[in-house]
């Protein structure tokens, strides 16, 4: 279940927030000269987005909507034992 919940996050696109640490410098002068200098990690949250992924999204609608979005289509033949198969092509 996991999996396919990630393939559908993956074809609809999504958003999450990055935890990102981030250097801050503070120098102190006094008289034109550097009197102390100080450094800090300070960590930052960033929304990152994923853009929907039109692979994934084709593969989910391949398997989770068979009928509607499979490539091949079965028409029946004249011969009743017979089965002919249809490639449909975009092109």
Same mark, same amino acid.
């Given at each position: 279940?996991?999996?396919a919940?990630?393939? &559908? ?5 999504? /958003?999450?927030?990055? =935890?990102?640490? &981030?250097? !801050? ?5 006094k *008289?034109?000269?550097?009197?102390? /200098? %100080? /450094?800090?990690? /300070? %960590? ?6 994923? @853009? @929907?992924? $039109? %692979? =994934?999204?084709?593969?989910? !609608?391949?398997n ?11 028409? @029946? &033949?004249?011969? =009743? *034992?017979?089965?002919? %198969?249809?490639?449909? $092509?975009?092109?």
């Amino acid at each position: 279940m996991d999996v396919a919940d990630r393939l &559908h996050q993956r074809a609809m696109g999504f /958003e999450y927030m990055e =935890a990102k640490a &981030h250097k !801050l410098k503070t120098v102190e002068y006094k *008289n034109g000269k550097m009197v102390k /200098e %100080t /450094e800090r990690l /300070e %960590t930052i949250m960033l929304k990152r987005v994923v @853009p @929907p992924d $039109s %692979t =994934a999204c084709i593969f989910w !609608l391949k398997n989770r909507r068979k009928v509607e979005w499979r490539e091949r289509v079965e028409a @029946p &033949h004249d011969d =009743a *034992n017979e089965v002919i %198969t249809l490639e449909i $092509s975009d092109k």
